[in-house]
């Protein structure tokens, strides 16, 4: 089976509560050579790499029962290698950062690349697309809702999935100027162009005025498990 249905087949087993090792293992066995002609342009391998993550996180964090309140558990489970695919041992902070986010650093807030990614990680990255913060849901309550990515719709769904997001989380305060916007903004800032691409973000989806002296500020994540959070 294709890479991308394989995806999709594990996303969808996850969402109906059925048996995922099978799957599973097909992913862990495929071949390199088979995820390089499946995966052969950016839209394939961003299609395969969310759905992976967002069925993976599912997978792990209903076996794993992890603490996600604690940063200590939490930073635990995300680099856990616990994912295999390709023959490859990879982590969810490996296929967020590495492979949708081009190899970055996880904590330095979208302003560095890693010196020395994998082979395979370079072969099968993609190159960043801020609106992938809001396709991937790492199981707490503030993250997006689950979608399954094709393809074939990749622009389309992005943007659904973003403007939902967007509608939905940005609060404005006319009285004093401020802006509250998620937690991902803060720690993707550089993702986003700064606060100048953050502003500009929420101007062109007119949910805030014309005004640059506009503050910004960040609402708490609630890191509070909430699994099956897929879209209606």
């Known amino acids: 089976m294709n890479a991308v249905a394989l995806s999709i087949q594990l996303l969808i087993a996850v969402q109906e509560g059925n048996s995922v090792s ?17 995966l052969n342009n950016v839209d394939e391998r961003k299609a395969f790499w ?4 967002n069925a993976f996180t599912q997978i792990l964090l ?17 680099s856990s290698k616990d994912i295999i695919i390709g023959g490859q041992a990879l982590s969810l902070n490996d296929i ?3 492979m949708l986010r081009h190899s970055s650093v996880w904590w330095s807030k979208g302003h560095l690349r890693k010196i020395a990614p994998t082979d395979f990680e370079k072969k099968f990255r993609v190159p960043l697309d801020y609106r ?8 707490a309550k503030s993250c997006p809702a689950i979608r399954f990515y094709d393809p074939k719709q990749m622009d389309d769904q992005l943007d659904l999935a ?24 803060d720690w993707y800032r550089g993702d986003f162009g700064g606060k100048k691409g953050i502003i500009n973000l ?16 960040f609402r ?3 890191w509070s498990v909430l699994l099956h959070k897929f879209d209606a």
């Open 22 to 38: 099978l799957t599973i293992n097909e992913l862990g066995s495929i071949s390199v050579d088979q995820l390089s002609n499946d």
């Open 132 to 139: 992938i913060h809001f396709a991937l849901n790492c199981g």
């Open 162 to 185: 973003m403007n939902s997001f967007l509608s939905s989380d940005v609060e404005y305060d006319k009285r004093t100027k401020t802006v509250t916007v998620s937690k991902i903004f």
């Open 50 to 53: 969310i759905n992976c993550y």
């Open 62 to 78: 209903k076996e794993k029962s992890p603490d996600l309140l604690s940063q200590t558990s939490r930073t635990a489970f995300f």
């Open 202 to 217: 929420l101007w062109s989806h007119h949910l805030i005025p014309d005004d640059r002296k506009i503050k910004l500020n």
């Open 220 to 222: 708490e994540y609630d």
């Open 96 to 98: 967020e950062h590495g």
